[in-house]
Nanobody, 120 residues
Framework: QVQLVESGGGSVQAGASLRLSCAAS????????MGWYRQAPGKQRELVAR???????NYADSVKGRFTISRDNAENTMYLQMNSLKPEDTAVYYC??????????????WGQGTQVTVSS
């Protein structure tokens, strides 16, 4: 099995920064794309940022220019640097990884989620 362990969430004031980390471990042949998603109360889970195995990135319009996604393939670790945080960023943030097994089956795994709260 594959486990994703997240860290870095917390409660901050508007304008502050946080850095989220996601470390993948377990039976992994290769990790393709990884991404950060978030879910606010009463809303559906949405994509925040995504990064391919080659380093190509995509961002939600609401976070462009403020958030930066990165990954360390050797360590199977992904990061989300969040700057200029706004109250609208308050949500549970989830790590997602598309894992290719040794049988060449792709499975999406999710982390446990970490709470980010931004007060005005």
């Amino acid at each position: 099995q594959v486990q994703l362990v997240e860290s870095g969430g917390g409660s901050v004031q508007a304008g502050a920064s946080l850095r989220l980390s996601c470390a993948a471990s377990g039976s992994i042949f290769r990790i393709n794309a990884m991404g950060w998603y978030r879910q606010a109360p009463g809303k559906q889970r949405e994509l925040v940022a995504r990064i391919s195995s080659g380093g190509s990135t995509n961002y939600a319009d609401s976070v462009k220019g403020r958030f930066t996604i990165s990954r360390d393939n050797a360590e199977n670790t992904m990061y989300l640097q969040m700057n200029s945080l706004k109250p609208e960023d308050t949500a549970v943030y989830y790590c997602n990884a598309e894992v290719l097994s040794w049988l060449l089956t792709t499975t999406a795994y999710w982390g446990q989620g970490t709470q980010v709260t931004v007060s005005s």
